[in-house]
Nanobody
């Protein structure tokens, strides 16, 4: 089994900052990518940022220059540093990872349970 456990969401004022963390655990052989998606009420889930095991990153245009994704491969953990937060960043943020389990031949996608981020004054 593989689990993704997120932490760090909450309520913050516009212009503020938050840091999300997501740790993957279980029978993990290799992680290809880890990333963050978000889903606002009434909207589809969208990519926020993703990082490969080699350290390459990709961001949604709406967060470029404000959010930074990073990872600690030794800890199977991904972080999302969010600065200059806006009300439109309000959403449930989901951790995502593409993982090869021990004894399995193909990579699979796993999701965390989600953490709420609310940006409001």
């Amino acid at each position: 089994q593989v689990q993704l456990v997120e932490s760090g969401g909450g309520l913050v004022q516009p212009g503020g900052s938050l840091r999300l963390s997501c740790a993957a655990s279980g029978s993990i052989s290799s992680i290809n990518t880890m990333g963050w998606y978000r889903q606002a009420p009434g909207k589809q889930r969208e990519l926020v940022a993703v990082i490969t095991s080699g350290g390459s990153t990709n961001y949604a245009d709406s967060v470029k220059g404000r959010f930074t994704i990073s990872s600690d491969n030794a800890k199977n953990t991904v972080y999302l540093e969010m600065n200059s937060l806006k009300p439109e960043d309000t959403a449930v943020y989901y951790c995502n990872a593409v993982i090869l389990r021990v004894g399995v031949r193909i990579y699979r996608t796993y999701w965390g349970q989600g953490t709420q981020v609310t940006v409001s004054s």
